[in-house]
Structures are given as structure tokens and as C-alpha cells.
């Protein structure tokens, strides 16, 4: 059974491996409530989309099924612009090498 125990670790991420962790701001519970269940934050903090981008992305997430209320949706789309607008420099997330 090692071949097992290998074949799930090597689906694992990296140990040391650390995602982002998203800005603290208005909004921010509401996003990783609804998006978390299907994204990492980095999906979210590597894009670089205007109001009316994520405001077409926050809609089909919510058709695809995010959780996300009619009434906090204009909150999260405001978080989202906020911090990843066009201005936005994403640093990828740094993983551990292999030894
Ligand atoms: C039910 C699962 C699910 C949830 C919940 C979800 N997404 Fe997605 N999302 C996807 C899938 C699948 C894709 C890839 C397909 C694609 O790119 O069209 C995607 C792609 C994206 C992309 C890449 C660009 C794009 O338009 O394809 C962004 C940005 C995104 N999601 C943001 C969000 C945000 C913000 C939320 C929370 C409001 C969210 N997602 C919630 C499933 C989900």
C-alpha cells in the first residue's frame, strides 16, 4: 500500500506552500465565503479586472452557484475592484522546491 500512501502525497501541495492571504477590507468575509469553495485566493488576487469585469465575473460565479447574497453582491464586486483593478501587480505564490 506505500504505492498509495506516495500516489496522495504527491497530490498534495508542496509542505511550505502558502496561499495568499486576501487584503483585509470591507468585503473580504462575504468573498471567501462565496468564492473559497472553488477557488484559492490567488485565483482571485492574480486578476486584474475593472468594475464592470468583476461585476460580470461575481454574476457567473453566482449562476455557477456561489453563495453569495443579491444583497452583498455590490459589496464583494466592490472589494474585488478595489484591490484587483487593472493596477494590480500579482506576485505568484512561492512553493518550495523539491530536495
Ligand atoms: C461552484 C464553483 C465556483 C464558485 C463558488 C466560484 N467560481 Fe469562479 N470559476 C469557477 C470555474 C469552474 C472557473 C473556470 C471556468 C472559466 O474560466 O470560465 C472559474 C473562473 C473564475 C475566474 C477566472 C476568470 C474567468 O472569468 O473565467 C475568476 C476571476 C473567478 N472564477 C472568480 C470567482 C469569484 C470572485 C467567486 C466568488 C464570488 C467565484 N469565482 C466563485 C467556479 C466557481
Same mark, same amino acid.
Given at each position: 500500500?506505500?504505492?498509495? /500512501? #506516495? &500516489?496522495?502525497?504527491?497530490?498534495? =501541495?508542496?509542505?511550505? $506552500?502558502?496561499?495568499?492571504?486576501?487584503?483585509?477590507?470591507? +468585503?473580504?468575509?462575504?468573498?471567501?465565503?462565496?468564492?473559497?469553495?472553488?477557488?484559492?485566493?490567488? /485565483? #482571485? &488576487?492574480?486578476?486584474?479586472?475593472? =468594475?464592470?469585469?468583476? $461585476?460580470?465575473?461575481?454574476?457567473?460565479?453566482?449562476?455557477? +452557484?456561489?453563495?453569495?447574497?443579491?444583497?452583498?453582491?455590490?459589496?464583494?464586486?466592490?472589494?474585488?475592484?478595489?484591490?484587483?483593478?487593472?493596477?494590480?501587480?500579482?506576485?505568484? $505564490?512561492?512553493?518550495?522546491?523539491?530536495?
Amino acid at each position: 500500500m506505500t504505492w498509495l /500512501l #506516495l &500516489a496522495i502525497l504527491a497530490a498534495l =501541495p508542496m509542505p511550505g $506552500t502558502q496561499f495568499k492571504q486576501l487584503p483585509d477590507s470591507k +468585503g473580504k468575509a462575504e468573498i471567501e465565503h462565496a468564492c473559497y469553495t472553488c477557488h484559492s485566493p490567488d /485565483l #482571485l &488576487a492574480q486578476q486584474r479586472l475593472t =468594475p464592470k469585469q468583476w $461585476t460580470a465575473t461575481v454574476e457567473k460565479m453566482m449562476r455557477w +452557484g456561489a453563495e453569495l447574497k443579491e444583497s452583498d453582491k455590490q459589496v464583494a464586486i466592490d472589494y474585488l475592484s478595489r484591490h484587483f483593478g487593472p493596477e494590480n501587480r500579482f506576485t505568484p $505564490t512561492a512553493t518550495t522546491p523539491m530536495k
